[in-house]
């Protein structure tokens, strides 16, 4: 379903863009009552700790995940490139925008369901909301 990609040469980055890639929930914390990473959080942030590292190479796999991600795989994609390449990461979320594609949302206990449309024109309104905060 999600295309032939380059392995980066990390294990743990293949890991975790495998796991951002079939993610169906955007979460940057934990949720609910015990406030539980999920595994698309966790390896959220193991993509974002591998540009410290490997900047070429994480940034390799996110430009694939735009591509070829779920759509909470690419709205994660594209929140990673705010803090990378802010003029990357506009372009993507105005491409994100005319999609449909629906996914879940937590923000603490909260639970919602939005689309990839609906969080683009969010995340170009202006700067990120304490929901997108990590």
């Known amino acids: 379903m999600f295309g032939m990609r ?15 890639a079939g993610a169906d929930t955007v979460a940057f914390g934990g ?4 406030g539980t990473l999920l595994p698309a959080t ?5 993509v974002g700790e591998a540009f410290a590292q490997r900047p070429r190479q994480a940034r390799e796999q996110v430009d694939w995940l735009l591509r ?5 795989g690419r709205a994660y994609a594209a929140t990673l490139l705010e803090q990378v390449d802010p003029a990357a990461a506009r ?4 491409a994100l925008g005319d999609d449909d594609a629906e996914f879940t949302t ?9 689309t990839l449309r609906g969080y ?4 170009l309104s202006g ?5 997108h905060a990590e």
């Open 120 to 123: 683009a024109a969010d995340r």
């Open 6 to 20: 380059k392995k980066s040469g990390d294990p743990e980055l293949d890991a975790a863009v495998r796991e951002l």
């Open 68 to 72: 070829h991600g779920s759509p909470a």
């Open 127 to 131: 700067p990120p909301t304490d929901r």
């Open 31 to 34: 949720v609910g009552f015990a």
């Open 91 to 94: 372009a993507a979320w105005t």
């Open 106 to 114: 937590f923000a603490g206990c909260t639970m919602g369901t939005t």
């Open 42 to 46: 966790e390896a959220y942030r193991r």
